[in-house]
């Protein structure tokens, strides 16, 4: 059997004028193909077939070998047709011109079907790939097939196929790619036949092959390749080039630069969109209902506290297959807390939810920041804490804090617990694409609690503004938060309803003063007591920050005073049982946090945060 490639390959290409000949380093992309295709070594013969005379030239300088085209074609299986017309071969595969990474695997694929029992049922073969994404699935510009039990084609079309009508029914989506395996006779019939109407509809060349009654076997290749279709799909094949086979084409162009995570000046995404005010909640549903994505669920996480508060839940309208979760707080967030979560969702539902919908504190704004993050990249959330580790786009996120003072709502990071560190996931996907602040969410929180996480918003403004990495954006965020915190907690003119209001703001720039510095001692030592004791974060900041005197005299005598003035209790003597292993591995977590040493201290902290003294200071605790 006498197998050939043929490229066809058109100079005028509306969205990119001239990209067969644009450089990829150091080579026109057109060479790139032909060479890619001779690379596989699956073909006795790799032609480029082109209406353009510099294309030919390029491809007969390189010792290629080129066809012109004679005549007008209206695609390119013509254009093949006709250069082939006179050929000996049996199979003709078509190679896309602008797809230079070509995989060998799905060419391989392709070819296989001809070594099969229907094999004689078969006038043509192509590949499909399961896709998943709502919007890659209702995108027109990617072609869906559907097929019978053998793979052979039923249809292909621009709108979604199959139509889910029933939500529980489990469809696989499969997008169409234009890699074809012809025999001979088939394509030169192909060419004969008028266009068909179907065909000249959905603008899809192999319908005709349908409309005529020919069989079209599908295999199915997940290899990912690269279209030049755009300018920057070139910047991204050259920078593919660069890396190597590993390169992961959706990391965003800004990542390749690899920024420092502290570097002075950083390029950091906020929350696009953000309502606040009273009442404000009841906009729920209208915010997600712009961002339904047909079959795809919203999945909906909150606080367990809120079981029975049907004030909340009632503005929760559940429609088609949503899903709404409970989530114990007790803990804090972990890890595999989050990994289990994923692999439930993953394996009930077929299509990536429309988005998630945290209600609840930072335990919850943090976990549903965590799994939208998940749900589209691969491994385990222990993958991912540190510093930009994170490569795909998360899906659509919602935040709904039901008590102020973390920052998370506003945050790039979600902290997380994890096998061998408590260690945020701070990445530009990480922040929440929609936030609702309703001052009334917070009506029924207890009176200790909201001591101890509004005094997170506090202590994060003393160590932003008295860290090293402080900069006047930082610090006008993070004055603000101060005052207010200063007003709600310590001057009585305040109404609830108003101290609510203000909490929440307080909150928002603390988070926004972080943004752009770092927390500091009181964090570092803080998540020691919670990775070994479990302390939760806003009680164990207060217990830690009442000793930090030394660092913070201001902000420790404010706070002293607030204690006073609201009547709370910080719990003491928490650390005068604990073993040596024990405090070396607090130890040993704290000192897993450079930033924050380094916010606090300056680049020398070394020297003076020894393990003796971080020890010290824990065995007052
Ligand atoms: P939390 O979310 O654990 O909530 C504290 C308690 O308040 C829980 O028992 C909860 O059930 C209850 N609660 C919440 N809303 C309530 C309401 N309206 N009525 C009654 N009870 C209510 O605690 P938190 O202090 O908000 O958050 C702490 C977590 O946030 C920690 O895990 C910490 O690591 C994380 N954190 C994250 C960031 C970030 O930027 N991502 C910043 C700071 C802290
Ligand atoms: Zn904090």
Redesign the pocket.
């Known amino acids: 059997m006498k197998i050939i490639a043929m490229i066809p390959a058109r100079y005028e290409a509306s969205r990119f004028p001239g990209k067969l000949m644009k450089d990829l380093d150091g080579k026109p992309v057109i060479v790139r193909t032909y060479e890619a295709a001779i690379a596989t070594a699956l073909f006795d013969e790799v032609y480029v077939v082109t209406d353009s005379e510099i294309i030919f030239k390029e491809i007969e300088k390189c010792g290629g070998k080129a066809i012109m085209s004679t005549k007008e074609h209206e695609c390119g299986s013509d254009r093949i047709a006709e250069a082939v017309e006179n050929m000996d071969v049996d199979i003709v595969v078509n190679v896309q011109g602008d797809e230079p990474f070509t995989s060998k695997e799905g060419l391989e694929k392709v070819l296989q079907v001809y070594n099969g029992n229907d094999a004689h049922k078969i006038d043509l073969a192509s590949l499909m790939t399961e896709i998943h994404d709502w919007e890659e699935i209702n995108d027109p510009n990617c072609v869906k097939v559907i097929v019978d039990k053998e793979n052979f084609a039923i249809y292909f079309s621009r709108s979604p196929i199959p139509f889910q009508r029933d939500e529980k029914a489990n469809v696989s989506y499969y997008k169409h790619k234009g890699i074809y395996a012809f025999r001979k006779e088939a394509l030169m019939e192909f060419y004969r036949l008028p266009k068909g109407s179907l065909e000249a509809a959905e603008k899809i060349e192999c319908i005709r092959y349908l409309e005529y009654g020919k069989n079209i076997k599908m295999a199915i290749s997940n290899s990912k390749g690269i279209e030049i279709d755009t300018p920057e799909d070139l910047l991204k094949a050259n920078q593919f080039l660069r890396h190597g086979e590993d390169y992961d084409f959706s990391i965003t162009k800004e990542r390749d630069k690899k920024i420092e995570p502290n570097s002075m000046c950083r390029n950091f995404p906020m929350v696009p969109k953000v309502v606040f005010g009273e009442g404000c909640f009841t906009q729920l549903a209208v915010i997600l209902d712009a961002k339904r994505k047909s079959n795809a669920p919203f999945i909906f996480l909150l606080?367990?506290?809120?079981e029975n508060n049907h004030a909340i839940l009632d503005k929760v309208e559940l429609k088609n297959n949503d899903k709404l979760l409970f989530i114990s707080?007790?803990k804090?967030?972990k890890t595999d807390q989050i990994d289990r979560m994923v692999a439930e969702l993953k394996s009930e539902f077929n299509l990536l939810p429309s988005g998630i919908i945290g209600i609840?504190?930072?335990?919850?704004?943090?976990i549903a920041?965590a799994v939208a993050i998940l749900m589209t990249n691969k491994g385990n959330a222990a993958d991912y804490q540190g510093w930009d580790l994170v490569k795909n786009k998360a899906i659509y996120h919602v935040g709904i804090?039901?008590?102020s003072?973390?920052?998370?709502e506003v945050?790039?990071?979600?902290?997380l617990n994890g096998p061998v560190k408590?260690l945020?996931i701070n990445s530009d996907f990480t922040p929440f694409d929609q936030v609702i602040l309703d001052p009334k969410?917070?009506?029924?929180?207890?009176k200790n609690?909201w001591f101890?996480?509004g005094m997170?918003c506090f202590i994060?403004c003393v160590e932003s503004l008295n860290g090293t990495f402080l900069n006047a954006f930082s610090q006008s965020y993070g004055e603000k938060a101060y005052e207010l915190c200063k007003e709600i907690f310590l001057h009585e003119s305040l109404t609830e309803e108003e101290s609510r209001a203000k909490l929440m703001m307080a909150s928002w720039h603390g988070?926004m003063s972080?943004a752009y510095s770092q927390v500091g001692i009181a964090h570092a030592l803080s998540y020691g007591l919670?990775y070994v004791l479990g302390v939760?974060?806003?009680i164990g900041n207060c217990i830690v920050f009442s000793h930090l005197e030394e660092y913070y005299p201001e902000g420790v005598a404010l706070f002293n005073e607030m204690i006073v003035k609201q009547q709370v209790d910080i719990p003491k003597n928490i650390c005068k049982d604990l073993t040596e292993d024990q405090f070396d591995t607090m130890i040993d977590v704290a000192l897993s946090l450079p930033p924050l040493w380094e916010n606090a201290l300056g680049k020398e902290w070394k020297s003076i945060m020894t393990r003796d003294k971080i020890r010290s200071m824990y065995s007052k605790m």
């Open positions: 606080d367990d506290v809120f707080t007790e804090e967030p609840g504190g930072g335990s919850i704004m943090d920041k804090p039901t008590i003072g973390t920052g998370s945050s790039r990071t979600t902290v408590k945020g969410l917070t009506k029924g929180v207890p609690q101890y996480t997170d994060h988070g972080i919670s939760k974060h806003g």
